[in-house]
């Protein structure tokens, strides 16, 4: 019989993030992120040594990742595409899992308590953010919105959808989002202005 191949270290991860999504990171000990990951202790620990701090770092690294590639991609069809993709992405994640998995990047940025400095896994979680917000602010600055007011519609963006993904899972209801997808396309369009810019967003 074939021994089972060993974990690869992005499935670990991978497994993290899902976890973290679900329960949260003060929730997810070292050895519940490797069962779920169906990873053995031992590889674990072999891929991470440092332990969960390290496991949630790299998961909140690949969430983030996996979000940018999704905006990017979107974001060739334009801001509004990108937008309502990002507003997909979360409402499905929430819906297919029964309500039961959000943000794993909030989960972290909410969770880890505040030192003298900043632990690693709460500054990919800052990075995480910071890089969704450059991407949908530069397509909105691209597309003639001045600076301030891009910065600030992409932060909006970011900040309501993360809020109303986590309302989601607390109502256990689709709602928060699909009334802030109103909303948030309401602004996008009036920051965009002239229907000929936003037409090409449709």
């Given at each position: 019989?074939?021994k089972?191949?060993?974990?690869?270290?992005?499935?670990i991860?991978?497994?993290a993030?899902?976890?973290?999504s679900r329960?949260g990171l003060?929730?997810?000990s070292?050895?519940e992120?490797?069962?779920h990951?169906?990873?053995p202790?031992?590889?674990t620990?072999h891929?991470?040594?440092e332990?969960?701090?390290?496991v949630?770092?790299e998961?909140?690294?690949?969430s983030?990742?996996?979000i940018s590639?999704v905006?990017?991609k979107?974001?060739e069809?334009?801001?509004v595409a990108a937008l309502r993709?990002f507003?997909a992405?979360?409402?499905g994640?929430?819906?297919?899992?029964?309500?039961?998995?959000?943000?794993?990047v909030?989960?972290v940025?909410?969770e880890?308590?505040?030192v003298?400095?900043?632990?690693p896994?709460?500054?990919?979680?800052a990075?995480?953010?910071e890089d969704?917000e450059r991407?949908l602010?530069?397509?909105?600055?691209?597309r003639?919105?001045?600076p301030?007011?891009?910065?600030?519609?992409a932060?909006?963006?970011?900040a309501?959808?993360e809020?109303?993904?986590a309302?989601?899972?607390?109502?256990?209801s689709a709602?928060p989002l699909?009334?802030?997808?109103e909303?948030?396309e309401?602004a996008?369009?009036?920051a965009?202005g002239?229907?000929g810019?936003?037409?090409g967003n449709?």
């Amino acid at each position: 019989m074939a021994k089972p191949s060993a974990p690869s270290r992005e499935r670990i991860v991978a497994g993290a993030a899902d976890l973290i999504s679900r329960r949260g990171l003060n929730a997810a000990s070292i050895r519940e992120l490797a069962k779920h990951a169906k990873a053995p202790l031992g590889s674990t620990y072999h891929y991470f040594p440092e332990g969960k701090q390290q496991v949630a770092t790299e998961a909140v690294r690949y969430s983030g990742g996996a979000i940018s590639r999704v905006l990017r991609k979107e974001l060739e069809a334009g801001p509004v595409a990108a937008l309502r993709a990002f507003l997909a992405l979360w409402r499905g994640i929430v819906v297919d899992s029964g309500f039961r998995a959000g943000c794993p990047v909030l989960a972290v940025a909410v969770e880890e308590p505040p030192v003298d400095e900043a632990s690693p896994a709460l500054l990919a979680a800052a990075e995480a953010f910071e890089d969704w917000e450059r991407l949908l602010g530069d397509a909105l600055r691209e597309r003639g919105v001045a600076p301030d007011q891009a910065l600030g519609l992409a932060a909006l963006v970011v900040a309501a959808v993360e809020g109303a993904t986590a309302m989601c899972r607390a109502k256990r209801s689709a709602e928060p989002l699909d009334r802030v997808a109103e909303q948030l396309e309401v602004a996008m369009a009036g920051a965009l202005g002239s229907t000929g810019r936003l037409a090409g967003n449709r």
